[in-house]
């Protein structure tokens, strides 16, 4: 249990995918002007990743390793994750319209985003079992959910503030990016020499 909790917790924080990786920027300052559409785009980016890892796990050990068919990895992966994205969009479309709305482009780049490939890829290149692979997927969404929800916050704070004309929008956006990264940094340890 203790292993799973670790697991946990590291995908997370100390291996977070957007503030240690530097993956899933794109939706990750598209969606953050907003707290109600990153708390939505979290919950939905956890969705995608846990459910096509789920699959992606399954595929990859009853399918492709029985048939020597591992060189098409990537391939099934990607299309997986896009037949999940296709799915959720006309289901976030037909019962949460406004949502759908708010979210916009950035929905279907759930499909693009390199978290949701690079979950399942390193579930495999690890030899998780099933278990671990859910846990590491949920853990892996709890964290950009994490991250994306607390540059929400920020953002929204930040409109309040007086900020200089040059560094509006995107400016402060990266710098505080860069703040949320080092203070996840933290959370690695430090190496002594």
Known sequence: MTDYFLLFMSAVVVNNFVLTR???????FGVSKNLNASVGMGMAVT???TVSSMFAWA???FILV???LMF???IVFVLLIASFVQLLEMVVKKFTPALHKMWGIYLLLIATNCVVLGVPLINVESNFSFVKSLVNAIGSGVGFALAIILMASL???????DVPKSLEGLG???ILAGCLALSFFGFSGMIKL
Request: hydrophobic content about 60%; proline content about 3%; charged content about 15%.
């Open 155 to 161: 953002r929204e704070k930040l409109r309040l503030a």
């Open 22 to 28: 530097f993956l899933g920027l794109c939706i990750f």
């Open 172 to 174: 402060v956006a990266f």
């Open 72 to 74: 098409l990895t990537t």
């Open 66 to 68: 029985p048939l020597h």
């Open 47 to 49: 969705a995608v990743i």
């Open 59 to 61: 595929v990859y050990n």
